[in-house]
């Protein structure tokens, strides 16, 4: 039985896992990913784990696929990765020639979309899109059955669309004004601290947040939202209307029968999330809304993607 070996690589957390045709995970493992080391000390890591694998599964190998954190370079084989402290990562070269077996090389939401095409909700959809709303923003496309990747491997950075032309907030990029830079669960606090001087002072006092404006996390907005405060509710209606204008914006750009959330902050907020982008694209949409559901396979998402990588995409 051929199996497939998928990697998942995140700021936070780094899986490995291998799986077989029909989209079942025989074994996983989960760990943190490395901050620290030189330009292999992530491909060294994920070598390690790889090998803590059964031998029975990792004999039968037939590839190795990564998804990933990014900016890439495809053609060398690298990351450059915004959310990790790496000038830059080899891991192409460094896995192929130890393992003995291809290995390619995706974004972290490229690999989602395809384990959404070929094993989640996407099945029989040609024209799909995953946006996963986690310590950053990001997207993964598929336009008439194909996927969409760009010279780079980077035709998908959905999280750095212009959402605010005054630029009023820097993205961890380093430019000015993109989706990720307000809404992602890295800088929300930050939006929430710039909303603090900008909405009425009486509901900032009398917010539970007010006092917590410099330690604020992601969490705590979320949670004094679902209790009823007003300051967290406005961060949240802020949020919304800028998180409709970004999937309105892929709607414009990729006309999709069908969007998938994932990520950590949709995954644990999911009507705080999911009720305004549906309420709000109408207003930012010329081509026709399509069907926008969350993902059913959770966190693995990318693992599935990784996995099927090996299957059923040959280009």
């Not at 936070?12 to 490395?34: Q, S």
């Not at 989602?112 to 993964?140: H, M």
């Amino acid at each position: 039985m051929q199996t497939s070996i998928g990697v998942d690589i995140g700021a936070t957390n780094l899986r490995v896992a291998v799986g077989v045709k029909d989209g079942r995970i025989l074994a996983k493992l989960v760990t943190k990913t490395t901050h620290e080391g030189d330009e292999y000390a992530l491909s060294r890591q994920i070598l390690a784990i790889i090998n803590e694998l059964p031998r029975e599964f990792l004999e039968n190998a037939i590839e190795v696929n990564i998804g990933t954190t990014g900016p890439l370079n495809l053609k060398l084989g690298f990351i450059s990765p915004v959310n990790l402290p790496f000038k830059r990562c080899y891991l192409v070269e460094p896995i192929s020639k130890e393992l003995g077996l291809p290995v390619r090389m995706f974004n972290d939401c490229v690999v989602a979309v395809i384990g959404e095409k070929f094993f989640g909700q996407g099945r029989k959809v040609d024209n799909l899109v995953y946006v996963t709303f986690g310590s950053g923003i990001g997207g993964g496309v598929f336009v008439d059955g194909r996927l969409i990747l760009g010279k780079d491997g980077n035709a998908h950075e959905v999280g750095h669309f212009t959402v605010d032309f005054e630029g009023r907030l820097v993205c961890g990029c380093g430019k000015r004004g993109h989706w990720e830079a307000y809404c992602s669960g890295n800088n929300i606090p930050k939006y929430a601290r710039y909303l603090s001087s900008e909405v009425d002072r009486e509901i900032v006092r009398s917010s539970v947040l007010h006092d917590r404006l410099e330690t604020l996390t992601t969490k705590e907005v979320f949670d004094a939202a679902k209790k009823g405060d007003n300051f967290a509710l406005t961060v949240i209606e802020k949020m919304g209307e800028i998180n409709s204008i970004g999937i309105s914006n892929i709607i414009n750009a990729y006309d999709p029968e069908l969007i998938i959330l994932g990520g950590s902050v949709a995954f644990n907020n999911s009507e705080l999330i999911l009720r305004p982008i549906v309420e709000g694209i109408k207003e930012h949409t010329v081509n026709r809304i399509p069907d926008i559901k969350l993902t059913a396979l959770g966190d693995d998402v990318g693992l599935y993607g990784a996995i099927a990588a090996a299957f059923y995409l040959h280009y």
